[in-house]
């Protein structure tokens, strides 16, 4: 691992990275996942320990974390922008 | 991969090589504290239980006190019985027996009195002590190795370091064939179904979905709605969205390996890779229901800091926040914080952990193996009559 990363990308299934440190609109963050290399330009600020997107993703879509759907967008989130309880809400349960 | 451990007569493998001296009941315990009391190697669980006991409880007590009995790390066992309780120390005995150790029983009421049962108890158990420092360390292949895994006193580096490099940890033993335990059911609400979709089979997916709907309806006969409660406004403030997100955080301690096996409380695996152990999340109940299942060592990840250990089983404490690690030196083994800093990846952190539970197995003591840290808590269902 070579330079210091700012965020974390915990599996390589995730549509998600969590900030290490707070991060400012505009920076460039670099994270590194099972060898892939992630550069993103952030249209957010986004507090450490929360969440930014790494692709650009539907309404409606899964939000993955952990490999794993943590819920999903309630609106369009483009790559960068910030992702918590203002566009993602639990996925519904049964019947899907 | 190999660590070096003790091979017990009935093929399984120790990391530890105890004597282990059982009160089948309260009465007898202060008896056998002192049977065990200044030599080295001889633990006695301070059971405060066994007698006055209703419903499933009778059965798990029995139950619990024999997986400690059976357990690899322990060579020899004493069972010292007032002698009218509910649990007779014969019972505990037959089901240990099958394992060809040695185990005696003796008894307070039979022998007269506590005085001349502690001088007979520490005449045997010193006996019991010799055979077993006469046993070796031989090379055991990982595969044998069911490691247990544990978080307590979490905070936001939990779910975002310390569980994960468990997790990859977990992957690596599971890869080498080995086992790793995944239990807390109380902290699966809100991420169960997604548990469940490991599951090899539909009836285990069902099983894992039980679990949960039992833990929480008793959560919320007892006044608190976990799911509703969850995730609180800090957990929100911190950065995680979902109930799924945070139990997730927990749940990914175990690896991404499917699930093999769900069993309850204080059972033994018979399948081998990730297994799912139905139990509280209250972290000695956890760890002594682990440990009488046939862990023979245990990860336990925290955020704020833990000192706690197994009368039996070594524990290795884990963390990924620096002032917690700085602070509690004397509590902490492995500081992953470096995974915080963005200077160390996962997948490091993961390996070095292995290497820890390699060291640890093979007899290198842990900080709360050091501080004595032998904690022991029977689960139970209902009142003591």
Redesign the interface.
Known sequence: ?GD?????V??EKDNVA????PLNTGAKVS??V?GRVEEITLLSDI?????FALKDMEEGEA?I???????QSTTKIARGEH???HN????P?GGS | MTFQGYLRPDGKAGTRNYVLVIPSVGCSQIAGQSIAQGLKDVVCLPNILGCGQVGEDRELVKKTLVGFGTHPNVSAVLIVGNGCEQLAPEKIAQGIAPTGKRVEVIVIQDIGGTTKTIALGKKIVKEMHEDAARLNREPIPLSELILGTECGGSD?TSG??SN?AVGAACDMLVSEGGTAILSETPELI??E??LARRARTPEMAQQVLDAVAWWENKAIAAGQNIREANPAPGN?A??I?????KS??C??KGG?SPLEEFIPYASHPTKKGLVYMDTPAHDIEQLTGMVAGGAQIIVFTTGRGNPLGTPIAPVIKITANRDTYLKMRDNMDIDVSK??????????AGERILEEIISVASGKATKAEKLGQRDFCLFKMNINI
């Open positions: 691992m210091k990363s700012q965020a974390i915990i599996n969590t900030a290490l440190e994270s590194e099972h507090p450490m320990g929360h969440k939000v974390k952990y490999g794993e759907p943590i819920g992702v918590h309880v993602v809400v639990s996925q349960r | 936001y975002l370091a994960p809100g991420a179904h997604l929100i911190g950065g969205t979902t109930l799924e997100e997730l955080g749940i990914y991404t995974i915080i800093e963005g200077k160390e990846t996962v997948q490091s």
